[in-house]
């Protein structure tokens, strides 16, 4: 079974730094693409960031540029997300997610629980 695990949220303050991680298990980690999601207070889904299967190529949402740094280690079946200089916008709920291929269920979107980021004074 496919599981996504995120941590690391919590409060910080603006110009600040968190690092997120998610935790993969139930698929051949190493040959998906993992993407970041969040979702603020009143808000739809907002894409982040995508990395693909092997790290090599990484895109990110502009108004994230230059601050969020996306990661893989995939001996790890780990994704992470450093995030630098954060700003009270960047206050949402944050999801990995995967389209990952099962026998069972064919491709399905997959997304962690979640964690909560705060950016706030």
């Known amino acids: 079974e496919v599981h996504l695990v995120e941590s690391g949220g919590g409060l910080v303050q603006p110009g600040g730094s968190l690092r997120l991680s998610c935790a993969a298990s139930?698929?051949?980690?190493?040959?998906?693409?993992m993407s970041w999601v969040r979702q603020a207070p009143g808000k739809g889904p907002e894409w982040v960031s995508s990395?693909?299967?092997?790290?090599?190529?990484?895109n990110y949402v502009d108004f994230v540029k230059g601050r969020f740094t996306a990661s893989r280690e995939n001996h790890a079946t780990t994704v992470n997300l450093q995030m630098n200089s954060l700003k009270s916008e960047d206050t949402a709920v944050y999801y990995c997610?995967?389209?990952?291929?099962?026998?069972?269920?064919?491709?399905?979107?997959?997304w962690g629980q979640g964690t909560q980021v705060t950016v706030s004074s």
């Open positions: 997610n995967a389209d990952v291929w099962t026998s069972m269920s064919g491709t399905r979107n997959y």
């Open positions: 139930g698929f051949t980690f190493g040959n998906y693409a």
């Open positions: 990395m693909d299967n092997g790290g090599g190529t990484t």
